[in-house]
């Protein structure tokens, strides 16, 4: 009875040996592997980016590329300003190198081409006009005035209104004016005086009975004929005329079957403009020669004059314009050389010696022989034929020089048709002007 309580302690005894063993094995495990005490949480890792994109307004810092085209386009917009176009261009050049096809690099190389352009184009023109104002002055103290009048006209085609070019035309002119007067002074008061001999009849070739005197045979081929007063100078009073208009026409005998008045000069813009009812020309420009001016506006002139003077003018022919020149049909494919080698173009308005850009006033190179002004130059001139006859300011070596050109390629070129006026034909009698 008494070992029954004594082994039931021990199971106890047991069992709570077990159950503080159980707690140490449990405590232990919990502390070796359970969660580890509370303490601060370590940051979890964040992308970062470069300290300077944390600043702010701050821009991005560019490339080294960009840097230099940035510079480039910058230092060639102040080339531009300065009008240095070259250096622009050049600029401009290296910012398309480092970006093709930039709009703003683009834009400043075609600019600065277009203004280096127009540089290049006034600088020429300043030292043609130069060139032409220093041959001019020459020519003038080498009393050459026509070459004067040439070389003014050529430095007043690249600066208009120009008071030294102006200057030296009307001076040069105005002595070709005074040469003239002196000139027909001095032949108006010598006498024609006309000398016709005749070889004389010789022991071998005895007149036949019955033949007039051998004085007379044969005197057509054997005349010797001088005339001293009939040059286009000192026509006679009865060979021209002036109309209602200040139009001055010249008797020329050897147009048509018995002669023909035939226009001094061209027609300048005062009387065109007057007899076609348009306005004034500007100031400065009333005597020079009525110019671009088509076949069928010629012939409207000459029929609205013929009605405001009342007597037939017209436009001459081909054949008209050939006999007042003292040409030949046969000559018609060389004309240029013919009258350039026999000296009959230096006074006229052509760019037989240098180029010209306009035409000039109107008879102011004097007359030919026949007492007719720019028959070979100045300006081409409507026929009856619908042909531009002649010359004009810009005919030259090399550009169309044909004698006569039709009316289609006068109408589609447009520089011939520039350069074509018109001088009017009047069929009346010698004395009834």
Known sequence: M???PAKGRKRWLLFGCAVLLAAAIAAGWFF?????????????????????????NQPPQPSQKE???????????????????SNALAQARTALALKPGDPAATQLANQAQRDLDVASQALAQQQKYEAAIA????AFGQKDFSKTISQAELALSFRSNDATALKLKTDAQHELDLAAQAKAAALAATPATVNTTAPPATASTPPATGSPPASTVAVVPAVATTVTATTATTLAT???????????????????????????TEVSQKQFRAVMGLPSPPPGQEDL??????????????ERLSQRENKKYSLPTNNDWLAAAGLTAAQVPEAWKILSAAGRLKNEVTSLDSKLGEPARVGSRGPQANGLCDLFGNLREWTADAQSAGFSYNSAVGRTTGLFLSDAMATDTPWIKQATGLRCLLVDNRDNR
């Open 238 to 264: 009865r060979d021209r005329f002036t109309n209602s208009l200040g139009m001055r026409f010249v008797w020329l005998p050897s147009l048509r079957s018995a002669g023909a008045w035939l226009g001094e």
């Open 289 to 302: 020669p009525a110019a671009d001016i088509s076949f069928v506006e010629a012939q409207q002139f000459c």
């Open 67 to 85: 840097a230099d085209f940035t510079a480039a386009l910058t230092q060639g917009r102040d080339a531009l300003a300065h009008q240095d176009y």
């Open 32 to 56: 070796l592997a359970g969660p580890s005490p509370p303490h601060a949480a370590a940051p979890s890792p964040v992308a970062t980016a470069p300290p300077s994109s944390l600043k702010p």
């Open 2 to 4: 008494l070992a029954e």
């Open 135 to 138: 041959e001019a002055q020459a």
